[in-house]
């Protein structure tokens, strides 16, 4: 109907619907770890599915060629079909080998993509919508591709690869909606890492410590981050739309400095949680506010050198941003210090350390009176 009607709407809907049925199907059916068989019989059929949904606007170019959307619904059939086709192959294979799945999901994604080139004009409105949506479509199963064969917070890494990767095609392809996708999964994976205490139930309490799976877990998307960042400051602004001038009306390019303040908050957080994994005793991470002096000082020394690595990267890059964050921190770890470190200490021990933190404050007042608080001749403070 969708293809004799030329209808991009009725293939959304033939899309949407089946993916419904076989999902439904799938994990309402208990019986399928023990029935490999009819989970291999399933996984071909829900295959058939996707590879049918993927290619048919090829196939049917002759009515599909203006309908945009059905190719949309088409570089959507992979990612809707991914939890009950792994669910399927697990029932059916294990988890040996899930890493393949995404594999092959996303080499379907980049044949449909190559297909594509070739089958629509460069001036076809539909030729740009199926290579931004099938490029994205098969670089995020790539990305997750690694993550889920790890079995470590594949979500989160997977969404972190895909934001970075879909804002480097949109440095290519000059698509703001790739942006925005990026964007928005950037954001979630910030969220998930610095808002969600679920975080500390993951995984048992490691017996490595610094160099465990918090540090994976936290260093791939902050260097995403990083990396996001990185590719929309020299761009952001040259290519933004009408419609998102508001956001740049003083030439900054605001979503590249959140990415940036984002990878620095989700380093924070991997600081934090790693010395709370390594002060615990259980067997999962454990938050508590009990006061324990080694815990405690190791906390502020960090704060105190990542405040300086920021100070320095801050220098080094040019970034103003980081030398301001570098000295809120500061102050925040010396507050600390003041008010909650040294509280349980007594006599010569209080005056030493309190002596010692005067002249660790003189140096590092210095240091911020050089590089944050300077004034350029010639230049706007």
Known sequence: AATRLRSAPWYGGAVAVTALVHLVWTFARPDLPATPRLALVALGVQGV??????????????ALRTARGAFVAAALAGPLWFLPTRRLWIAAFGDGAIGLLPVLLGALALGALAASRRALAPTEAARRTALVWLAAVALGFVSVAIPLQLDKEWITIGWALEGVGVIALWRRLDHPGLKWVG??????????LTANAAVLEYHA????????WLLYTYAV??????????????AEVALARPWEQFLYG???????????LAAAVVVFAWVNLAIIDWFSVGPTLTITFERQPARDLTTSIAWALYALVLLALGVIRGRTGLRWISLALLLVTIGKVFLYDLGHLKDLHRVVSLVGLALSL????LAYQRFVFRKVPGKEP
């Open 362 to 365: 003189i140096l590092v007042s």
């Open 205 to 212: 309490h490691a017996a490595v410590p610094v160099l465990n």
């Open 183 to 192: 964007l928005a999964l950037l954001g979630a994976v910030t969220i998930r």
């Open 221 to 234: 998307p902050a260097a995403a981050l990083a990396g996001a960042a990185a590719l929309l400051r020299p």
């Open 250 to 260: 003083q030439g900054r390019a605001v979503s590249a400095a959140v990415c940036g």
């Open 49 to 62: 599915a996707v590879v049918g949904f993927t290619v048919w606007p090829l196939l049917a170019m002759a």
